[in-house]
Structures are given as structure tokens and as C-alpha cells.
């Protein structure tokens, strides 16, 4: 059974059936994003979003790469209102 008061990016508890022991399962790197009132793990698939660029369905960070176009943005990434962008003046 989940324990998902106890879960984080880099952390999941279970509870053994018999509810004598605990399991938990640790990450060096971040393995699951909050949404919402649960978890997703993460999911590096890349999708068309609305409005054109693609990017994964569920990570971490906001990773997004932009339709494009001369001087566009190549990839732009985002995390706790924080950005930076790469992209190439051809």
C-alpha cells in the first residue's frame, strides 16, 4: 500500500500488506513529480502541446523546444519561476 504522505521526487514508502514492515524506495535522481493531489512518474515521451512546441508528457523540470524559425529558441527550461533558453541567431 502507498504511504503518499511520505513520497517525493527522489523518495516512495509502501506499506507491507501485513502492515508489520515498510518499504522505501530511493532515487539519486528525481524519479516522480507532484501533480495535483498525487504523483506521476516521470515520463521523457516527447508531445506536441498546445500552441506548437513539443516536450516531455511529465518531468521535472518544464523542458520545451519551440516550433522554431530563424533566431527562435532552440529549448527553453523552466523550474520554480526560474528560465533559461538556448537558441541560435541563423
Avoid: C, H, Y
Avoid at 25 to 38: D, H, I, M, W
Amino acid at each position: 500500500m502507498e504511504i503518499l504522505g511520505e513520497w517525493a521526487e527522489r523518495k516512495a514508502a509502501f506499506a507491507d500488506p501485513d502492515g508489520a514492515m515498510f518499504t522505501v524506495e530511493q532515487s539519486t535522481v528525481p524519479a516522480r513529480l507532484g501533480v495535483g493531489n498525487g504523483w506521476k512518474r516521470q515520463d521523457a515521451t516527447l508531445e506536441r502541446r498546445e500552441g506548437g512546441p513539443i516536450g516531455p508528457k511529465v518531468a521535472v523540470v518544464d523542458v520545451s523546444f519551440p516550433q522554431g524559425g530563424p533566431g527562435a529558441d532552440l529549448v527553453s527550461i523552466r523550474r520554480d519561476g526560474q528560465s533559461v533558453s538556448m537558441g541560435w541567431p541563423g
